[in-house]
Structures are given as C-alpha cells and as structure tokens.
C-alpha cells in the first residue's frame, strides 16, 4: 500500500467531479485511499498505466463511515452520487442485516462520459427482499410502536409512532397505550 494517491487533471477538472458535494468527495477519496494500486510502463511507450489491484473488492461500510463522522443517511447520498455521476460501480451488493455480508465496490471511468449521450447511467438496485421496512403485510414495521390494528373490533386501538391516537370507537377498560 502506498502513501500517495494520484488524482489526473483530468479528473479534477471534469464535469462531473465538480458537481460533487464536499461529503461525495471525501468519501471518494476514501474509496481511493483502500485501492491496492499496481503502476506499470506499458511496451509501446506510452504513459505509465495504473491498475486497481482490488477494484471490485473494495469495502466502506456504514458503521466505518459513521466512525469516520458521517452520518448513515449522509453517507447513502455519497455513494448514490458517486455512483450516478459514474465514479462507483457496486460489484456486491451486502446482505443488509447478514452478518459479514458488506456491499462491495469499484472504482469506475465511466464519469470520463459524464453528460454526454454515451453515459452509461447507474443506480443502487432497491432492496426487494419481502418483510422489511414499512410496507404492506409487514405488521413489525420498523420502530412501530403499533398497539392494536384496526379493524371491525371496536375495542382495538390503532397508535401511530408519536403515540396519537388516530382513531377509537370505544376506549378499552385497560388501556394498551405504553405512552401513558
């Protein structure tokens, strides 16, 4: 590993790096702090090549971002604007809750395109696996404080997260409500 990171002109001056948040481009130059980088002169004479020795395998998780001062929020941002500005790629994506299963990334040229039609655009996929977050038939929605559902029993009564009683026909004898 070495102490020097080599950042072009090129780069520098581009459309798409000055279009960077001061956060999107911190958080670049970390990803290019943990690249293994291998430089060589290639035969035909031309300008020394660096290569990505670990480009796919690089890790940043939240918890580390969050070590290093950013919020998990703040840090999500980062990486959607690298990624559509073309400066990531995600090689894998992390489990989300699977213990050892951190997303993984590579560093991309694909910004050298940056806002012309030849721009490859790209996305963090949505997490489609069933029963997370606040959706449809997931009764254990995240931080819900939800004490009974309502329904054609006039008896249950429906919270919502700031303890407010939304709706009730009849108070119950023994109220369920964990805010008062």
Same mark, same amino acid.
């Given at each position: ?40 002169? &290639? ?27 950013? &919020? ?6 980062? /990486? ?12 894998? $994506? ?8 951190? $997303? ?15 721009? /490859? ?23 819900? $404080? /939800? ?5 054609? +029993? &006039? ?16 108070? &119950?004898?023994?109220?369920? +409500?964990?805010?008062?």
């Amino acid at each position: 590993m070495s102490d020097i990171i080599v950042i072009e002109r090129e780069l520098l001056r581009s459309a798409a790096f000055r279009q960077l948040n001061g956060t999107a481009k911190t958080v670049y130059f970390d990803f290019l702090m943990k690249c293994r980088v291998k430089t060589h002169k &290639p035969k035909s004479g031309r300008k020394r090549e660096r290569v990505i020795l670990n480009n796919g395998e690089l890790e940043y998780t939240y918890s580390e971002a969050e070590k290093r001062g950013l &919020p998990r929020a703040t840090f999500m941002r980062a /990486i959607d604007t690298l990624i559509e500005h073309g400066f990531l790629d995600i090689s894998h $994506s992390g489990g989300g809750g699977k213990k050892g299963d951190k $997303s993984l990334y590579a560093i991309s040229d694909r910004w050298l395109l940056f806002g012309t039609e030849n721009f /490859i655009p790209a996305k963090r996929s949505k997490d489609n696996r069933q029963g997370r977050g606040f959706q449809k038939g997931n009764v254990y929605g995240r931080k819900s $404080s /939800i004490i009974g559902v309502k329904n054609d +029993n &006039p008896n249950l009564i429906w919270w919502d997260l700031d303890c407010q009683k939304r709706q009730s026909k009849k108070k &119950p004898q023994n109220s369920l +409500n964990p805010c008062h």
